[in-house]
């Protein structure tokens, strides 16, 4: 699933490779991501420029010269890909915008659990969960007394807290399980029991991993952005692996189907 890192990555990358571009034909190819009727979508983006590429947590937006905004939540199995129009398609690609110089950007879903939306102005209330989204973990305004008294508000196991998208919005299983490996933070702690220390290292921490997971993606990842690069994580679904600070194997269990990975002996 993409998380903040890789979208801040990926948005950069299309704001420098089809911002200004006309598109010339929108095709559409596979309809359950779309919550929106085709012929809005091809009529309102046809002929029509983008202007600005955003990001607001997991979700992509796409700017046009009209009021018009296209948001991609990519979930699960959702990727980007620019490319030539003569590329062999993906299997699962669910639309194509073809540009005059001949370049396409595309989205293709394994799974189609990803959701395409079309709104008109600001008004961007037909998406769920939209409007409740957190602040952003790496803006400045978010300081660590707004994030100590946000966090007062969550009483639960504060992994869970870090993937309510309502308390931050953008991190997801992977980095919630890097950031609280470099907090020395066990997982599964419910939020009551974090000292004020550990809620200042959580603090600086989910900034710190953040931040230099979107330097190493800018990188490696050039413009090939349907690629997710993980190998660089240290905790993430390394389960049996060695610690890589005290050598002892990485856990790695399923609750609820969602893997978490952590260090027993170095996160506490």
């Given at each position: 699933?993409p998380?903040?890192?890789?979208?801040?990555?990926i948005k950069?990358?299309?704001?420098?490779?089809?911002?200004?571009k006309?598109?010339?034909?929108?095709?559409?190819?596979?309809?359950?991501?779309?919550?929106?009727?085709?012929?809005?979508?091809?009529?309102?983006?046809q002929?029509?420029?983008?202007?600005?590429?955003n990001?607001?947590?997991?979700?992509?937006?796409f700017?046009?010269?009209?009021?018009?905004?296209?948001?991609?939540?990519?979930?699960?199995?959702?990727?980007?890909?620019?490319?030539?129009?003569?590329?062999?398609?993906?299997?699962?690609?669910?639309?194509?915008?073809?540009?005059?110089d001949?370049?396409?950007?595309?989205?293709?879903?394994?799974?189609?659990?990803?959701?395409?939306?079309?709104?008109?102005?600001?008004d961007?209330?037909?998406?769920?969960?939209?409007?409740?989204?957190?602040p952003?973990?790496?803006?400045?305004?978010?300081s660590?007394?707004?994030?100590?008294?946000?966090l007062?508000h969550?009483?639960?196991?504060?992994?869970?807290?870090?993937?309510?998208?309502?308390?931050?919005?953008?991190?997801?299983?992977?980095?919630?399980?890097e950031?609280?490996?470099?907090?020395?933070?066990?997982?599964?702690?419910?939020?009551?029991?974090?000292?004020?220390?550990?809620?200042?290292?959580?603090?600086h921490?989910?900034r710190?991993?953040?931040g230099?997971?979107?330097?190493i993606?800018?990188?490696?990842?050039?413009?090939?952005?349907?690629?997710?690069?993980r190998?660089?994580?240290?905790?993430?679904?390394?389960?049996?692996?060695?610690?890589?600070?005290?050598?002892t194997?990485?856990?790695?269990?399923?609750p609820?189907?969602r893997?978490?990975?952590?260090?027993?002996?170095?996160?506490?």
């Amino acid at each position: 699933m993409p998380e903040l890192p890789d979208l801040e990555v990926i948005k950069k990358v299309l704001n420098h490779r089809i911002v200004d571009k006309k598109i010339e034909k929108v095709e559409i190819l596979q309809p359950l991501v779309f919550r929106c009727t085709f012929d809005q979508f091809v009529n309102q983006l046809q002929g029509h420029s983008i202007t600005q590429v955003n990001r607001r947590g997991k979700f992509l937006i796409f700017d046009f010269d009209t009021d018009a905004h296209v948001v991609i939540h990519p979930m699960l199995g959702g990727r980007l890909q620019l490319c030539q129009i003569n590329e062999r398609l993906k299997k699962r690609t669910c639309f194509r915008w073809q540009f005059l110089d001949g370049t396409e950007f595309r989205y293709f879903d394994d799974n189609f659990m990803g959701r395409i939306y079309l709104v008109q102005g600001n008004d961007f209330s037909p998406i769920p969960q939209f409007a409740d989204l957190g602040p952003e973990p790496l803006n400045a305004n978010l300081s660590l007394e707004l994030f100590q008294q946000r966090l007062k508000h969550h009483p639960g196991m504060i992994k869970n807290i870090l993937t309510n998208q309502k308390f931050l919005a953008g991190i997801g299983n992977a980095y919630a399980d890097e950031i609280l490996f470099a907090a020395g933070i066990h997982p599964f702690r419910k939020r009551p029991s974090l000292t004020t220390e550990e809620i200042e290292k959580l603090y600086h921490f989910t900034r710190s991993v953040l931040g230099k997971a979107i330097e190493i993606l800018s990188q490696r990842m050039g413009e090939v952005i349907e690629v997710e690069i993980r190998d660089f994580l240290k905790v993430h679904r390394r389960g049996g692996e060695p610690c890589p600070v005290c050598g002892t194997k990485i856990s790695e269990v399923s609750p609820n189907k969602r893997i978490t990975s952590f260090g027993r002996n170095c996160q506490k």
